[in-house]
């Protein structure tokens, strides 16, 4: 089992920054994604951004905006999130896919809010 625990939420006006933090523990995968999804309300769950070994992903509506990054040795995952737009405001949601002998496991933070309003 992994947990994950995120913090860095909050109200900011537009064009503001926030940057989003989740640290995981437990049992961890050699093998494995960290990323953040978010979800507004009356709409589903969508990728914001991944990274892994083999680098980063990002939704169009973020890039050049918002910057993933993670510290291995903190088994921990960002989200640095600048010029913030009304319509970033969501629920963002840690994730964490790890991988092993052909199985995929996936586990969720609690979420944070994270609201763009002036």
């Known amino acids: 089992q992994v947990q994950l625990v995120e913090s860095g939420g909050g109200l900011v006006q537009p064009g503001g920054s926030l940057r989003l933090s989740c640290a995981a523990s437990?049992?961890?995968?050699?093998?494995?994604?960290m990323g953040w999804y978010r979800q507004a309300p009356g709409k589903q769950r969508e990728l914001v951004a991944t990274?892994?070994?083999?680098?980063?992903n990002y939704a169009d509506s973020v890039k050049g905006r918002f910057t993933i990054s993670r510290d291995n040795d903190k088994n921990a995952v960002y989200l640095q999130m600048n010029n913030l737009k009304p319509e970033d405001t969501a629920v963002y949601y840690c994730?964490?896919?790890?991988?092993?002998?052909?199985?995929?496991?996936?586990?969720w933070g609690q979420g944070t809010q994270v609201t763009v309003s002036s």
């Open positions: 994730n964490y896919k790890g991988y092993r002998n052909g199985v995929t496991r996936d586990y």
């Open positions: 437990g049992n961890m995968f050699s093998l494995n994604v």
């Open positions: 990274v892994s070994s083999g680098g980063t």
